[in-house]
């Protein structure tokens, strides 16, 4: 009987003891955490942090096949069942051209607003046609190759720097001749634009030859504007003379001859590659 007192004894012992280590073990578990913070650590949603996702692609250089491999190749939740849709909610996904960069760029893929900055400098201008001088809008692939996604060989550089390829038909031309445009990535200065005075009109066979001094007329040839100089890069004067070269003076001004095009509601006709007169008369470039 006594042996068998001391075995309950001992028994009691050994369950106080599980039940007291299953209480501490119940008591030190973690706070239950979401499945995205266990895989991607805090933070990884807040744009504040230094763990957000969006440092973390640009850090691997915009790699972005390798979010497919959980949320799946149009990242409405794949393997995961977290759709990343909710936040980026544009063509795309993810891959909308607006998640890295402005359309146009501004903020620029660094977070950069002003015009100073080179990511930034004179896109809205040349995007929307909002100049003071010009309405002309212009588009992403008169300066730049559009790529045909993120993965694009030729989309990110090993620079990380927007390579500028100019193209431009419409502005950039007079009566089909383009000039030889180019863009320094060095000083930022854009050269060889119609659009900034890189044009000549000869005198013989135009309709107005009247109003020439010679031969021919030009804009200021080797203007070169700077990309992110701000708004004195193209003011009256800049990108051609008053008169321009070979063009005589009058004592009237340029809006006699050339109606409602200095004007705000004529800047549509300004940069349009043609030279519009009063009455509704134009003259082409040659």
Known sequence: MKKQRIILILMLLIISALLISCSDLKNSLPTAISAEVQIHGQGWIDTGSVNFHGKYIQN???NLTICKQCHGSNYEGGTSNSSCRPCHSGPGGPENCATCHGIPPAPDRYGNTSF???GVGAHNIHYTGTGTISALAMHCDDCHHLPNGVSDTTHITATGIAQVQISNLGALQTNGAVPSTS???LTL???NTFCHGNWTLPKSGLASDSVFSGTV???VLANAPVWNGGSSQAVCGSCHGLPPAGHYSYSQSCTACHED????SGKLKHMNGKIDLAGGVVR???
Not at 261 to 264: D, F, K, P
């Open 60 to 62: 691997i250089n915009y």
């Open 116 to 118: 100073t900055a080179p």
């Open 183 to 185: 863009f320094s990535q």
């Open 189 to 191: 200065k854009c050269t």
């Open 217 to 219: 007329m030009t804009g």
């Open 261 to 264: 095009v200095t004007t705000a």
């Open 284 to 286: 082409n470039f040659r």
